[in-house]
């Protein structure tokens, strides 16, 4: 070994012979080297692997962060929705898809819960007219029929409404994308949605009568303004190749056609409960 103050060659021993110089350091840094002298090479921090703890924690302030800009983007299509929803375009997609998602699982929570309820009070109803154990009754709403089933219908309804919207635009000579028109759609979805909101929450506490009519009512007005209000967004400048009105009837069309289909599908669902 040789010693690194003075150059002096050393078979064995922590110490040199000639000058008393600590070997042992010297060869805990030639463990440390590469070869050739080459020291180790010493990876970033970036490149190693993150704690699974620091990794959810992460995952779930990236959650909360879009759950707040949702919380603003909702309150602002509340406040004024025709203003707000027109300045919207391609960046507040996700906000539009999460209001469409929003609309149908409260949609279809409504539906399951108002056959859960027909349900319940129909076996009530014999069971008092004919005893407990006459094997009259049905079961109540089941989560396949009667939840999954019309949310993928809400979602299947929702995509070929945007669709429609897009298309006559884009028949009008209307500069858009499809993703602009989810966004202000979803934009306009914002009040209808809150009032299924309002329908779900009176229906679980068992309120009914004129308040939950009128609220009904109000929901398949909104309903039927959000794409309407899709195309009075878009200024016109004179070189559109119909009036925004017949593009309206046009979607129309397409949405009672929709209506029609969809419904019969949850409607024979309603009543497969009840046998019929």
């Known amino acids: 070994m040789i010693c690194p103050n003075c150059g002096s060659e050393n078979e064995q021993g922590k110490f040199c012979a000639k000058c008393g110089a600590n070997l042992a350091r010297e060869e805990r840094s030639s463990e440390q080297d590469g070869p050739e002298g080459q020291s180790a090479p ?13 990794a959810d924690n992460g995952y779930g302030e990236g959650t909360k962060t879009v759950f707040r800009q949702y ?41 399951y819960v108002t056959v859960d309820k027909a349900a319940r009070f129909y076996n009530r109803s014999v069971d008092a007219l004919f005893g407990e154990f006459s094997g009259l009754g049905f079961a109540g709403a089941s989560f396949g029929n009667h939840f999954l089933k019309p949310f993928i219908i809400f979602l299947l309804y929702f995509s070929v409404i945007i669709a429609s919207v897009y298309g006559v635009l884009r028949m009008m000579d209307v500069k858009t994308s499809m993703k602009e028109v989810a966004a202000r759609y979803g934009a306009f979805l914002v009040l209808p949605t809150v009032i299924v909101l309002l329908v779900v929450l009176l229906t679980l506490w068992n309120v009914g009568g004129v308040l939950l009519a009128v609220l009904s009512l109000f929901l398949f007005l909104t309903l039927a303004l959000s794409f309407a209000s899709v195309f009075y967004s878009y200024k016109d400048e004179g070189g559109r190749r119909f009036d925004p009105v017949y593009g309206t009837l046009a979607v129309y069309v397409v949405n009672l056609f929709l209506q029609f289909l969809f419904a019969d599908i949850l409607v024979s669902s309603f009543f497969h409960v009840f046998g019929w």
């Not at 300045?87 to 409504?110: A, K, W, Y």
């Open 71 to 111: 919380f603003k983007h909702a309150l602002a299509a509340l406040k004024r929705p025709f203003r707000y929803g027109s300045t919207r375009n391609e960046e507040s997609m996700v906000h539009g898809i999460i209001t469409v998602v929003l609309f149908s699982f409260f949609m279809s929570l409504f539906l």
């Open 42 to 54: 010493d990876f970033p921090a970036s490149s190693r692997t993150p704690h699974p703890s620091r």
